[in-house]
């Protein structure tokens, strides 16, 4: 007997069986899941033909129907164990479950296209007459497009922030405390001022660490991406502005987001993720 699944949906998994159908969960926003439909569609019917063609020869062996499907199940089920997993599929631990059991861990996406043209999905699609290797080829070369654009275009936002928005504005606020301190100097003994300044000082030494080190970090990006539209194909360049280009922008916004805590709120120029829940 065949039993319905009653539990809840996973919600930390991006493929989750949800008693009657499996549920899609991992679509981006600005992502359109008909790609991924279609392929998971194609993959539901290369196995149905697979499963079909295993009980019908078990049938042309002498086994009833009905037990010949329950074999198949049952078979076809304990090969899918390794996919299989019910606990948290953000935590840390599954990562490392998921590694054990061979299963694909890879988080690049230009890498992650790489699926696109393996033999065995080639196979797959070939074998169900949904699409070709040119086929692939060119969406897989489409998709290293795409995301080579878009972190560019994030980059070059990112340092047009940086150094016409942030620095700037970080600039006058570490100036403002420099002509603080510089006063404070003039009317208190050397002892109460060392005391007294020794908090702003330390800040305005933070300022200009973050200043000089952000400065450096966003034109060393731009170069990173002149130098990664230079790749002689669109994967290459893919990988580029994902092993280059992103250690910037993840280094920049650690340095920002620093700046952002310690400049005088009014003079921030742009909103804060408090802000962005209300009217300024």
């Not at 499963?51 to 042309?60: C, L, Q, S």
Request: charged letters at 30%.
């Amino acid at each position: 007997e065949l039993l319905l699944d009653n539990t809840d949906r996973n919600r930390t998994s991006p493929f989750a069986f949800t008693g009657n159908r499996f549920e899609f969960r991992a679509v981006g926003s600005s992502a359109n899941c008909s790609n991924a439909v279609a392929t998971l569609n194609t993959i539901v019917a290369d196995q149905l033909t697979i499963f079909k063609k295993a009980v019908d020869k078990k049938v042309a062996a002498g086994t009833p129907v009905m037990q010949a499907i329950l074999d198949e199940t049952r078979e076809t089920y304990k090969a899918s164990m390794n996919i299989c997993f019910d606990g948290n599929g953000y935590s840390e631990e599954w990562k490392k479950e998921a590694k054990k059991r061979g299963l694909d861990c890879e988080t690049s996406p230009p890498k992650s296209y790489c699926a696109l043209t393996d033999k065995a999905t080639v196979a797959m699609y070939k074998r169900t007459g949904v699409m070709n290797a040119a086929e692939l080829e060119a969406r897989k070369e489409t998709f290293c497009d795409i995301y080579s654009k878009k972190v560019e275009i994030e980059a070059r936002i990112l340092a047009d922030l940086t150094e016409n928005h942030i620095l700037p504005i970080a600039t006058q606020y570490e100036t403002r405390l420099l002509d603080n301190v510089s006063k404070m100097k003039d009317i208190f003994s050397e002892a109460d001022y060392k005391k007294l300044s020794a908090g702003k000082v330390a800040m305005i030494k933070t300022i200009a660490e973050d200043l000089s080190e952000a400065r450096k970090l966003a034109m060393d990006m731009e170069k990173a991406c002149d130098k990664a539209n230079t790749a002689k194909s669109e994967y290459a360049k893919a990988n580029a502005y994902h092993d280059k280009v992103i250690p910037y922008i993840e280094k920049i916004r650690v340095l920002v987001d620093d700046l952002e805590m310690i400049v005088d709120d009014e003079m921030w120029p742009l909103p804060k993720y408090r802000e962005l829940l209300f009217i300024r």
